[in-house]
């Protein structure tokens, strides 16, 4: 499979403190990676990098071969690189169909968004997304009084509506209950596999990776001490040590 996102040598340091240091690896095409490590290991810093939102003291990043190394979140979100957004106030008296429509219309870069029948519009194509999903029952809801879980899947589709190659997901599963984590997880894989995107999350919830991840990186302290398959990751010595605790 090719290589979509390629990480070099990527480090941040917030005044002295070296929040990620030295980290590289790859993600490639129709890929489900996993990066994981404890509270404050520096998973958010490495993501808001690969998103333009922080700028790298050092290291490198590129999509299909170009640098786009410090380019903004717009250039990075341009080149299809998705990320899911929680769904803000504005958005809570549409319907959840209507949601996913605006996602669409911003996607295909439709002036009518500010007409005031719009959220008419992809309805088709909204309802095929919130089928993916899993919520085409509740298309007509309000997603005010939407269930924690369901409004998580809905961002999904929000994302997916902007037809991302490579989607970007920090924490998706935080604070879902273990059962729900799971489920959305392996959502997660069947779209993986069903679109042939690449999807790359940070999950604190080992039991939550092991099972849908394809390839899983451990974050410690800023440093990459594992990449690799599940099996793998499971017999690192260091991450045993760190990680699981002996
Ligand atoms: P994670 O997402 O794995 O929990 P973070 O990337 O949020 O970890 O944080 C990694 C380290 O960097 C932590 O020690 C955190 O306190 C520090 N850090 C993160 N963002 C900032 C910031 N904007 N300013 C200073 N320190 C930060
Ligand atoms: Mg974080």
């Known amino acids: 499979m090719s290589v979509i996102l390629k990480v070099e040598h990527l480090a941040k340091s917030f005044g002295g403190v070296k929040a990620v240091s030295d980290v590289s690896f790859e993600v490639r095409a129709g890929e489900l990676k996993a990066l994981i490590g404890p509270n404050g290991a520096g998973k958010s810093t490495c993501f ?5 939102q922080l700028k790298p003291s050092s290291g490198r990043v590129s999509l299909d071969g ?13 080149r299809g690189v998705g990320r899911t957004f929680q769904i803000t106030g504005t958005y809570q008296s549409m319907t959840v169909a209507e949601n996913v429509q605006m996602a669409l219309i911003s996607h295909h870069r439709k002036i009518y968004a500010f007409l005031p029948r719009a959220h008419l519009m992809y309805r088709d194509e909204a309802l095929a997304l919130l089928a993916l999903v899993g919520m085409e029952d509740q298309a007509n809801r309000a997603c005010a009084i939407l269930a924690y879980g369901d409004l998580k899947r809905l961002e999904l589709a929000i994302a997916l509506a902007h037809e991302p190659r490579l989607l ?11 059962r729900e984590r799971i489920a959305l997880m392996q959502l997660t894989a069947d ?11 940070t999950e604190h919830d080992m039991d939550v990776v092991f099972a849908h991840s394809h390839h899983i990186m451990v974050l410690n302290r800023g440093e990459l001490i594992a990449d690799g398959t599940a099996a793998q990751v499971r017999a690192n010595a260091r991450v045993q040590e760190v990680y699981l605790g002996g």
């Open 48 to 52: 808001n990098m690969l998103m333009g």
């Open 168 to 178: 970007l997901m920090d924490e998706p599963t935080a604070g879902m209950a273990p």
């Open 66 to 78: 170009q640098d786009i190394t410090g380019h903004s979140p717009r250039d990075v979100w341009r």
């Open 191 to 201: 779209i993986v596999a069903e679109r042939g995107i690449s999807v790359l999350f």
